[in-house]
């Protein structure tokens, strides 16, 4: 967990690794909390396993703003088997570039759960995917005050 506590602000720059890369283990808890946390285009959030995904956390609802910029990477896939894992990047303000997996094993099992919530929310840019090739597609989330989808 890396908190910028009670109004701090966190930046990601580099990895946090929380991966399970043994046979049959399934991917940690990554967690970023703060009241402003910027995630650049090089950060990478790693919890994907072998055999599950594990947990993404960004933000919380006392979050003002949560960023992930285009070229970061959140990850919480299962490599080989089982389900993908879970997602979320929470805050006031939520703006997400970057890409968010939550993928199924290539040799089964189910993608998981992403989801994006913010009062104000942009994901023009994101790349989700929270597919599974051999089970059930996954589900993205998307939570904003109003929500328009157009043809741009």
């Given at each position: 967990m890396l908190s910028g506590g009670e109004g701090g602000t966190v930046q990601v720059t580099g990895t946090l690794d929380a991966s399970g890369q043994g046979t049959g283990?399934?991917?940690g808890k990554v967690t970023v909390t703060g009241d402003a946390i910027a995630l650049s285009g090089t950060a990478k959030m790693d919890a994907s396993g072998d055999s599950g995904g594990g947990k993404v956390t960004v933000g919380n609802w006392q979050a003002t703003t949560a960023s992930v910029a285009d070229g970061a990477t959140l990850d919480a896939s299962a490599k080989t088997t089982g389900n993908g894992g879970?997602?979320?990047v929470i805050s006031g303000n939520t703006d997400v570039a970057g890409l968010l997996a939550a993928r199924g094993g290539a040799n089964g099992g189910d993608g998981g759960q992403i989801e994006?919530?913010?009062?104000?929310?942009?994901?023009?840019?994101?790349?989700?995917?929270?597919?599974a090739r051999h089970g059930k597609s996954g589900q993205w989330l998307l939570d904003p005050w109003d929500i328009t989808i157009d043809a741009a």
């Open positions: 283990q399934t991917g879970s997602i979320s994006t919530s913010g009062h104000f929310l942009r994901v023009a840019s994101a790349k989700v995917d929270a597919s």
